[in-house]
């Protein structure tokens, strides 16, 4: 039933489209006018909505699919103690309360816990509620090759930056060398990325307050948002090395318009991508909402729009073929803005330490009663392939 309420709402999603579409078409080689703005923007509005309400159907979906993939097997043992074993909501719950220790490991890739009492298998919400918020509030944990280690010592990473070449060689003749060339390593290390956060006691001991999904949201969307925007446009400097630092250009915009990019300049940011690259599973663009509205609009010299949405849950829009991502930390279309990028994103490699780190302590707030929470997580991230894996559009000069 879940699949067929999906459905109906990617359908709705296309049927506003096709309403916008027409509205467009109407106003070609002129201005909208303010009834046509309306619409478009109403229009706009709905399909976020269901673009939001679409995704967490298929959240939903994939959670139900996973806990039973995981519970399939398991049967009770009859000898067990009478004793009925702690849910997730609880287990979590006495960790908040001081009563299971201290600190709490996430454990990011894992959808269940072993309880020592009875060997059973305990599904646990809040760790996918932590890793679904950090992944929701930016694509970059979701698009990039992820290496998770032990440890935090320097991780180098090695890369080529040119082939061997082939060449004809003629009979008896003695054939000649060419090696590829190893570029120099990509070093990642681990910064740690971490806050505190208060909650009273009263707020703890309130059976009526969903402290679980207080924590596992607040704590998700605070290290993403930040994960995201280093990822994206961190300087190196301190921090990560975000993508869009180290892309190739493809190309610059015309001047004079305020960097904004035509149908084909975005033909052209494809074709300055290697097809090697092209090619290849993860290939796609990146740029902020407010630039997806703007492709949303642009047709090529067949008067084709360039923007197709999706139609199949779970499945992203495409722009000329390729996958499209939102980006919030992408820049916004300007002059000399990278406001656009194109390529393989997998080739920026993000390490993260261990697991996402949640310790408790009664001690630090004593005088106000206050329960204290810390969150860490050490991360850091490249792009690994800077010979033209991915490359980016800029605003031309104004």
């Not at 996973?66 to 398991?74: N, Q, R, S, V």
């Not at 944990?141 to 082939?163: D, I, K, M, S, W």
């Not at 956060?197 to 059976?207: A, K, L, W, Y």
């Not at 980016?392 to 000069?397: F, I, Q, S, Y």
Request: aromatic share 8%; with cysteine.
């Amino acid at each position: 039933m879940s699949m067929s309420i999906a459905q109906r709402l990617t359908e709705q999603r296309a049927n506003a489209r096709e309403q916008a579409k027409n509205i467009i078409d109407a106003a070609e080689g002129r201005a909208f006018s303010g009834e046509e703005q309306a619409s478009l923007d109403a229009i706009e509005v709905d399909m976020v909505d269901l673009e939001t309400r679409i995704a967490g159907i298929i959240d939903a979906e994939q959670r139900a699919r996973d806990l039973d993939a995981k519970l399939a097997g398991y049967v009770p043992t009859v000898d067990a103690p009478a004793e009925a074993p702690l849910t997730a909501d609880a287990e979590f719950r006495s960790f908040v309360r001081g009563e299971r220790g201290k600190s709490f490991d996430v454990k990011a890739e894992s959808r269940d816990i072993t309880k020592a009492s009875t060997g059973a298998p305990v599904p646990t919400s809040f760790y996918d509620q932590l890793t679904v918020h950090m992944v929701q509030v930016g694509p970059m944990l979701q698009l990039a090759t992820v290496l998770n280690t032990a440890g935090g010592e320097n991780l180098q990473v090695p890369r080529t930056t040119a082939f061997s070449t082939a060449a004809i060689t003629a009979e008896g003749t003695a054939i000649s060398e060419s090696d590829p060339t190893f570029g120099a390593f990509v070093t990642l290390g681990a910064f740690k990325y971490s806050f505190i956060t208060q909650v009273s006691r009263e707020m703890v001991e309130d059976q009526g307050v969903d402290v679980l999904g207080f924590l596992a949201e607040q704590t998700g969307v605070a290290l993403g948002v930040r994960l995201n925007t280093d990822f994206t446009v961190g300087t190196g400097s301190g921090q990560p090395r975000g993508l869009m630092i180290d892309t190739t250009l493809g190309v610059t915009g015309a001047a004079s318009v305020a960097g904004a990019f035509s149908a084909d300049n975005l033909i052209d940011l494809v074709y300055s991508v290697n097809q090697a690259y092209r090619a290849q599973p993860g290939c796609g663009f990146q740029m902020r909402d407010a630039s997806i509205a703007s492709t949303r609009k642009l047709k090529d010299s067949s008067g084709r729009y360039l923007f197709e949405p999706s139609l199949q849950a779970g499945q992203p829009d495409t722009l000329l073929g390729f996958p499209l991502t939102s980006n919030p930390d992408v820049a916004a279309v300007a002059a000399l803005a990278r406001s656009v990028s194109f390529g393989l994103t997998p080739k920026y490699f993000v390490r993260q330490v261990g697991e996402v780190r949640l310790d408790r302590s009664d001690e630090f707030a004593f005088n106000a009663d206050l329960i204290t929470f810390r969150a860490s997580v050490r991360a850091d991230g490249a792009l690994i392939d800077t010979t033209g894996a991915v490359r980016h559009l800029v605003g031309g000069a104004a």
